[in-house]
């Protein structure tokens, strides 16, 4: 049995947090966590939060299709796309889609098929094997924390050394940074039109609503601390397109700190409010977490 293409539009809220973690280390910044340096507000980028959903996703479903994830450490992009073509009968053409649209476009969908990663955020896959590209219907904003964060900076030392010529040299000495506490917000946004042209079903949109909640338990390691998705809000349109702005919806979720003169250091010091007797018609909201 064929699975169902989702059919209805959705948006979501994602509330996570960290406790004494670096979610996000800025490259350009000594891997320092990364924060709005005009507000001093938290970031975590879409893309590091992908990286999460595809890694949950790829242990949940043990990346067999049509789970593969096709963005992935050490993949090699070429080699998946030239599989798309053997499975076809095709010869790939350096650069060049087959000049036969049908053809071209079985390929993308072959892809999709096959791939979680891309029937859900998307993927340019015009390298030099050319597998077309594909606008995924799932789309994240940026994490940003609802209060300004501070970042924290400790030393640290190791034990022991690379090679026996430093057995006598003193200690290693490094540093880590943290931040002791902060709640991220992230927007998200599911299309209709974009999941029938990908194959995204309902079973997919599933999976990522469980993603979502998990993620962070499958991905401990002592420089993010202790991360946890901590509400997840849905909002479902009755039809395709929907007949409401995204933003509109959004404004119906507040958050603040209980006591703006201490600092946050728990989920439990903020307040969260719904407006649902201002959720208009045609418009379901579900808390999922």
Same mark, same amino acid.
Not at 23 to 26: A, I, L, Q
């Given at each position: 049995m064929e699975a169902r293409p989702v059919d209805k539009r959705h948006e979501f809220i994602l509330l996570f947090d960290v406790i004494d973690g670096n979610?996000?280390?800025?490259p350009d910044a000594g891997n320092l966590p990364r924060i709005d340096p005009e507000t001093g507000q938290g970031i975590v980028t879409d893309v590091c939060l992908k990286r999460k959903i595809r890694n949950y996703i790829g242990l949940l479903k043990g990346e067999e299709p049509p789970y593969e994830i096709y963005v992935k450490e050490r993949a090699v992009l070429n080699r998946q796309h030239e599989r798309a073509y053997e499975a076809l009968g095709l010869k790939p053409e350096k650069k060049k889609l087959p000049k036969?649209?049908?053809? $071209?476009?079985?390929i993308t969908l072959w892809m999709c098929k096959n791939f979680y990663d891309i029937r859900t955020f998307g993927?340019?896959?015009s390298t030099e094997v050319n597998a077309g590209q594909v606008r995924g219907p799932v789309q994240l904003s940026f994490g940003r924390s609802i209060d300004t964060i501070f970042t924290a900076e400790h030393s640290i030392t190791r034990m022991a050394v690379t090679n026996?010529?430093?057995l006598e040299k003193e200690r290693t000495m490094g540093r880590k940074f943290t931040v002791p506490y902060g709640l991220y917000r992230v927007h998200g946004y599911v299309s209709a039109p974009l999941a029938k042209q990908t194959g995204f079903s309902q079973d997919d949109l599933e999976l990522l609503w469980k $993603?979502?909640?998990?993620?962070f338990d499958h991905d401990r390691s002592a420089a993010r601390g202790e991360m946890a998705s901590r509400k997840l809000i849905v909002f479902e349109h009755?039809?395709?397109l929907g007949s409401v702005p995204a933003k509109q919806l959004f404004d119906l979720v507040h958050i603040k700190k209980k006591d703006p003169a201490k600092p946050a250091r728990s989920f439990e010091d903020y307040k969260i409010a719904i407006d649902r007797d201002q959720v208009p018609n045609g418009i379901t909201l579900k808390e999922l977490l």
């Open positions: 979610p996000n280390g800025d036969d649209a049908q053809k $071209a476009r079985e993927a340019v896959m026996e010529k430093d $993603a979502l909640k998990f993620m009755s039809s395709e």
